[in-house]
């Protein structure tokens, strides 16, 4: 029998397409009383002129969409990686069963993403943004994917937006908290939901002025790459510019330091009385554990300012009591917003634990995705980049949120929580306390402040 | 920081590095001296007696049965590798053999990752060396203190089963020269097992001692793998007193170059490589020829 592709992009027969034709036909015809139809039919109309650019139509002309995700599986970030990947697991399954939840911040959800189910195909990043790139390479080729994700590490996440705008297929950034992300290395097929470090400063800043007063002397912990370089940079600006206070030591260690024995020796003979500890993953966990043994903690009081799942779970409520930390989400938030109240219950029903920030960002970026997807009608990149740039306000774990077109990075309030005492915790995944939820738009920079240039659709 | 407490804080983290990286070392050091194998999956016997270790201690609450089991068990483990899986490989090409103990690595971290998953392990120091001893130039962790005393005892003890004792001297003479060693009627093949079981457990005591230390994660042996390379290399290759001196070294290079630098330690660690790679080919202590 003869096939051929059609407009849907799905081998069909020759009857078939006589009665499609047929069908779109009347229904234009009847569209022409109704303007809602119209607009509802002409993308689908337009996706027929449509030149093919990255994996489509290719990638999208199946019954199924596949998406690729490289989170590290092992190495530094593994925990945090693994977690991650519950996140986006939930959102496919919610996507292709059209859960409530999907269908509240992605309305037009049924079952799948513009009637096609998706598969979430999965590899080890290692954090390390040469075997991202190579992993989301093999899906491209193997896959065909529609969309990408992945990174734990922002040098992930930067190579991957560059390698994203290259290959022109959409990336949605998993965990990162570099000012590059979104600011220097912005690129037109990417889209950050958690915030900039800058934000973060800018959220915490506040809070620890005025909970530790002005005029006061601080060591940082640095680990070696944009992620924490800009976050140093943006904590101590606004801690030096706002409250007089001091960097006395500022120590920068590689990404996978097990011990920080000599670090921690500069640190205790510096003078600082707070610690802000800007590493993350295993290094935060080792590093905060050294400096309790060093006697570093409780004789500092440390600070996290972009915080780590499962911090408190690792090295044990003792030692994150008190602690100061600006985070995405915070799982008690439930309490506060129904969408979250939602997420927890279905995350901690599949997986037997309160899903942590990791996982509802990775859960967030899919809905959103397929949110814009049903949204533009299309699958076509740039149909869906120029829905997500329009800016819409839809709701979220954390209220009303939206995103911004100039730099691709949503708009969304910072979490401010607090280490709480072990013998205040009401149940034993009550690490923190939520301290302040702070509207995230006027603690953001302009868009182009870090040098941004989102660069071309096609 | 650059000031006299501070030196002084750093030589003395040097030392308690360096001991670790010198026991560590002369593990692979006897594995590669004798055998000729060098043992990519000694960063993974690390982590097993870590593993091990907790496990062991999870059941007891004793420390001291934690350092017994992750001993014994990585023994056990390099004993039955090195029976089942390395002995086909001594007559192999190189690569063959790297390949080989490099995948082994590989699959001893993941299945520790299957069965346990990544998040870390702690496992606390006795109750007698949990808190902080003040040294005069600086606060110390008791711990660490206790941890370079039980490595210095360990690399005694060490010292003691290889120069000391009949079994100590075949297998240094195996290291020497192996064919040697087969033709005065010595059965080789058990020397090669009991070689291959000492270096192991050497690693699989240092995985467990330094445990309170740094918590044990699958992936915690993987940068030990390298800087024992490393300590090797400065030390010369199938040297015990090589492996010692090397550690030393190693440790105190990258504790001195972090009070200025941190960043700057490991670039100095493998300069100084590179520079006794150029003026002494076969290591500090190493000799020419050996295998």
Known sequence: MVKRQTPFHKPVSRRTVLKQTATVTAALGAASFSPQLTLRLVPQAWAADHPAIGTYPSGSSGDTVYVGAAVPRTGTYAVQGEDELKGFELAVEHINTGHELIKKIAPKITKGVLGKQVKLVVGDSAAKPNQAV????????????????????????????????????????????????????????????????????NAIGPVMLKNFGKNKKAAFMTPDYTYGHTVTKSVNDYLTKNGGWQMVTNQVSPLGTQDFSQYLTNIANSGAEYLINVNWGRDAVLSVQQAKQFGIIPKMTLVVPYQIPFLAKETGPELTAGVLAATDFWWTLEDKYPLAKIFVEAFDKKYGYKPEWGAENAYMQFAIWARMVSEASSFYPPDVIKQYEKGETFPSMVGDVHFRAADHQLVRPVVIVRGKKPSDMKNKEDYWEVLEVVPGEPLMQKPDAFGCNLGEYT | MINWPNFLSQLFNGLVLGALLALI????????????????????????????????????????????????????????????????????????????????????????????????????????????????????????????????VALIALYLVLYRTRIGMIVRAGIEDSAMVDALGIDVHKVFMLAFGIGAMAAGFAGIVNAPVVSIAPDVGEAILVQTFVVVVIGGVGSFPGAVLGGL??????????????????????????????????????????E
Request: charged share 10%.
């Open chain 1, 134 to 201: 190579q992993e989301q390479q093999r899906f491209i080729s193997e896959n065909k994917i529609v969309l990408m994700t992945g990174s734990t590490s922002s040098a992930v996440a930067v190579a991957l937006n560059h390698f994203a705008q290259r290959e022109k297929i959409l990336y949605v950034a998993a965990i990162s908290g570099s000012n590059d992300t979104t600011g220097k290395d912005c690129v037109r097929y990417g889209f950050r939901q958690c915030f900039y470090g800058e934000t973060a400063a």
């Open chain 2, 25 to 152: 070392s002369s593990g692979l050091t006897i594995i590669y001296g004798t055998l000729g194998v060098l043992n990519l999956a000694h960063g993974a016997m690390f982590m097993l007696g870590g593993y091990a270790g907790w496990l062991a201690f999870t059941y007891t609450n004793s420390f001291i049965v934690a350092v017994i089991a992750g001993s014994l068990f990585v023994m056990l483990v390099g004993v039955v590798m090195e029976r089942l899986i390395i002995r086909h490989f001594y007559n192999r090409p190189d690569e063959d053999q790297l390949l080989v103990t490099f995948g082994l690595g590989i699959v001893f971290v993941e299945a520790v990752r299957f069965i346990f998953g990544s998040l870390s392990k702690a496992v606390p120091a006795p109750p007698p060396l949990v808190g902080i001893t003040p040294l005069g130039f600086m606060l110390y962790p008791t711990y660490r203190l206790a941890l370079l005393g039980i490595v210095l």
């Open chain 2, 249 to 290: 070294i190693a440790g105190e290079i990258i504790s001195i170059t972090s009070m200025f630098n941190p960043g700057y330690s490991y670039v100095m660690l493998f300069v100084a490589m590179t520079l006794v790679l150029v003026f002494r080919p076969y290591g500090l202590l190493g000799t020419a020829g050996r």
